[in-house]
């Protein structure tokens, strides 16, 4: 469906760098009827249109706001287990093996019933999208029509996705888990032909190849998973070293293997197109291995905290040149808001450097470089997303911000950010960093489609 050529007129702010903002106060981006970037400009008032340009749909930022990428999965959010999306919130004093006995497994397997799966599903997406989630990388469940209409939702809502049907057939419940190796990997192909089909192109929509963990799976299971992995090209995610418990587990389980990351390697798993959640406890030969084989991190600080995992060492695993991604691991994860996530990766990284010393700490110039440049990396869509530069899709969100008016009821203005006047630019990204929600974000496009908007946009 072709699109208005659209100017995207006002503040924009992206990551120039992992440590650098570029904030364009008076800036405007014209996207073109393909969704994509045609031109950037920076400054409105030493820049003319190019050409072409002058009876084009304009959408203009008001009072504080500004446009900013979308979130990947890592907003983008590189890890996010749908089905599980009821239970956000709900995981007591749990940990890792118990929280998927007593919460996790129950309700996936409720996505047997295809109904229910669709009023699930069709929530996730649009709570995702509403808080500027523009790429997400889903687990689904074991179940094929569910996990189809998972990838149907996403493309018809509009929402970048990678959609992955979970492979578990070893030490899991009798009432849920893949009956055998082969119908495991039957199962596999049916969803990524489903792909196939609704999306030969992958324009928004991948399948991704996901054994749920090391210990769900069998040793065949996985060796046949990484076979369908180097046949087909679809990328891959599962879980790593994430609870203490689980890695000794699977020290006995796989005694032949030296780590947990080369039980992965010897199925020929561990490629540059995996995505590995959590990696709390990885040690430093198989951090080694990971950045060899370039193999993707998606960090998931708020599942780590809720479920007592750990507090994984980001600045390690940056200063090791491991690419790194945000995930809300949701329902790990008690939110699905990416800048929640962004916010608990500042904190779990204050912990760190309370016991390992001040290099630890992230900024807020890093979380939110992971939540959309490292994000887009870890899913391999650099080239595509992430950033405002031409050639780019237009995956963006419009963050509202207006200013603290006196005359204005404490709920007449636009969520909790307070903009006093005094505030720079650094500190109003900030604010929305630290104090913002959904209510900040008035509408969202993905590849130049309006995929969400509140009463807060007009355009
Ligand atoms: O955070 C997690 N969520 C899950 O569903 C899961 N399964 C295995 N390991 C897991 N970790």
Redesign the pocket.
Known sequence: MALDKTIYIGAFVHCATLTELEICTGGSIGVGDDGKIAFVIKDRNSESLPAGWEAAREVKIKDHGFFFPGFIGIVSDTHI?AP?YPNAGVFGKST?LDW?NTY?FPLESSFSDLANAGRIYKRVVSRTLSHGTTTACY?ATVHVPATNLLADICKEKGQRAFVGRVCMDQMSPDYYRDESVDSAIEASRACIQHVKEIDPGNDIITSIITP??A??CSTEAMKRLGDLHRETGVPCQT?IS?NPK?IELVREVFPECSSYADVYDKAGLLTPKMIL??AVHLSKDERALIKKRETKISH?PA?NTA?TSGAAKVRELMNDGITVGLGT?VS?GYTPSMLAEAREAIFTSRHRAMLDGDEAKLSTEEVLYLATRGGAKVVGLEERIGGFEVGKDWDAQMVSIVGVDSSLDLYQTVGPVEIFGGESWDDKVAKWLYTGDDRNTAAVWVKGRLVHKTSNFEG
């Open positions: 287990h599980q890792l998927l996790t687990y749920r963990f210990l769900s879980h994430e689980e959640a959590h998931c599942s479920l691991d790990g």
